[in-house]
């Protein structure tokens, strides 16, 4: 998987889970058909929204996008549906070509201690793999044990 169809992936998940979202609090609010929507929804909508995070900040590293872009990357998925035109644009601006950077290069950007770590996790898929998966499961943890957004209605 190219760091192009992994960002575009989850992009286009974090998207569907803002309008499973939108539609669950519609259904409540609105409808008043009960929380059902907004509970499957907004778990959904939190994992994938943490995995877009950990995506952005991975592909960020690898892209050499610099500090400012990841972070404005990152900070996209808040917006609803602001992903998709984030990936268009990255896109469109030939900021998500190239393959995953296994090894170093004359760049300088290459010669820093997080692009050796990446090198290193990239060389290693299950590790790496099981990282992420245990760190998404981490922050989903101590989310739900914090409580929902705005505290329990």
């Known amino acids: ?14 998207a569907v889970t803002w309008a499973l ?10 409808l008043q058909v009960g929380e059902l929507g907004v509970q499957v929804g907004g778990f959904l909508h939190g ?3 943490i995995a877009f995070g950990m995506t952005a900040l991975l592909v960020g ?3 050499h996008w610099g500090p400012k872009l990841t972070a404005i990357a990152m900070v996209t998925a808040i917006v609803p549906f602001g992903t998709i035109p984030l990936d268009r644009g990255l896109e469109k601006n030939g900021l998500l070509d ?11 950007r290459d010669h820093t201690r997080v692009s050796g770590l990446l090198r290193w996790m990239l060389a290693r898929p299950v ?9 998404l499961i981490s922050v989903m943890t101590v989310l739900m044990t914090a409580g929902p957004p ?3 209605s």
């Open 150 to 152: 705005g505290g329990a």
């Open 127 to 135: 590790l790496f793999t099981t990282v992420l998966v245990l760190g």
């Open 1 to 14: 998987m190219t760091p192009r169809l992994l960002f575009r992936s989850v992009a286009i998940a974090e």
């Open 21 to 30: 979202l939108i539609a669950g609090m519609l259904g409540k609010y609105v």
């Open 47 to 49: 994992l994938v929204f």
């Open 98 to 108: 190239g393959a995953w950077r296994r090894a170093r290069t004359d760049d300088p």
């Open 61 to 63: 590293v690898n892209q």
